[in-house]
């Protein structure tokens, strides 16, 4: 989701399309992707809009937050400038979506570790103050991008089974994709299967 030029883009059709995507310009506004995954005997379907980073876009991409269950946070380990502007979008990110958000902070272009900026550290060490769960992935070798996704997917169904989230609740971000598979909240093992649809 974030700063311009980290490769939000570029993870986004590495774990559609499991490829690289070599003529990437900048996001004008904001694309959309979806992909069905398996996550612990669920089937969901992810819906993810992928947003600009340029400044310039702010006020438009600011407004997908409301009715997001979860949010990937990029930076580009090769540029400080990437990593310096987390804060401000996390304070959009932690302002405007519901307080249950899932956040996963991605240090993403790990492939160009010889041109780090950012440690992995340093990251890490962010993350934990604030609560995120954390990974480095790069869009060019896959590294870590599927892991990244799902890792959103797996804690937002956690969220569910808890009851920490409501599905029921308008902006949850989720939505049953059968009416009838509404109790997500079964004995483990049990053959029902329930369909979620997450704005991530």
């Known amino acids: 989701m974030q700063h311009a ?3 939000k ?3 986004l059709h590495q774990f559609i399309e499991n490829k690289f995507k070599q003529d990437s310009n900048h996001t004008i506004g904001v694309e959309f992707g979806s992909r069905v995954v398996n996550v612990g005997g669920k ?4 819906q993810i809009w992928d947003t600009a ?3 310039r876009f702010r006020s438009v991409t600011r407004s997908y937050y409301r009715g997001a269950a979860g949010a990937l946070l990029v930076y580009d380990i090769t540029s400080r400038e990437t990593y310096n502007a987390l804060t401000n979008w996390l304070t ?18 790990k492939d160009l570790d010889a041109d780090r900026e950012v440690t992995f550290l340093e ?3 962010f993350a934990q103050e604030n609560e995120l769960m954390f990974l480095e992935t790069s869009a060019l070798t ?3 991008v599927e892991e990244a996704f799902l890792k959103c997917a797996r804690t937002i ?6 009851g920490e989230l409501d599905p029921e609740r308008m902006g949850s971000g989720i939505q049953y994709g059968d009416a009838s598979l509404r109790q997500l909240r079964q004995p483990r093992g049990s053959a029902a299967q329930a369909k979620q649809q997450c704005n991530c």
Not at 96 to 101: D, T
Not at 157 to 162: D, P, S, Y
């Open 142 to 144: 896959g590294e870590n």
């Open 53 to 55: 980073g340029q400044e």
């Open 123 to 125: 990251a890490s060490r």
């Open 43 to 46: 089937t969901v379907k992810l």
């Open 92 to 109: 959009d990110a932690r302002t405007l979506a519901s307080p249950n958000i899932v956040i996963i902070l991605c240090g993403n272009k």
């Open 9 to 11: 883009s570029c993870l």
């Open 5 to 7: 030029g980290t490769g």
């Open 157 to 162: 169904l956690n969220k569910i089974e808890t």
